[in-house]
């Protein structure tokens, strides 16, 4: 095993000593969860506009967050986009593991 020459400490315990853990430093938006399950596909938003109805413009607007997604367009995206309506409705969420509901 390599030693640091500093501290003469193994040299994965020293770094494993200066590691702090990860903070979540962006929120995922609807817009964002609506881009990233489309590009998943391989569709542009033009395909998305022919699957769903939309029109591109707004699929646009959504996945900028320059529109609100609602719950009706929740729905049709994500069959469209073969995902549950939550991924896209509630992309940050997250769920205490002693939080019951």
């Not at 590009?39 to 542009?44: A, D, I, P, R």
């Amino acid at each position: 095993m390599e030693r640091s020459k500093k501290t003469g400490k193994n040299l994965a315990a020293a770094l494993k000593e200066t590691r702090t853990p990860a903070r979540r430093r962006a929120k995922l938006t609807s817009g964002m969860a609506i881009r990233i399950a489309r590009e998943g596909l391989g569709l542009t938003q033009g395909k998305l506009a022919e699957k769903t109805g939309l029109k591109q413009s707004t699929i646009s607007a959504l996945e900028n967050d320059r529109e609100a997604l609602g719950v009706d367009r929740a729905m049709v995206l994500a069959r469209a986009l073969k995902v549950h309506p939550s991924v896209l409705a509630f992309p940050g969420w997250e769920m205490q593991t002693k939080e019951v509901a």
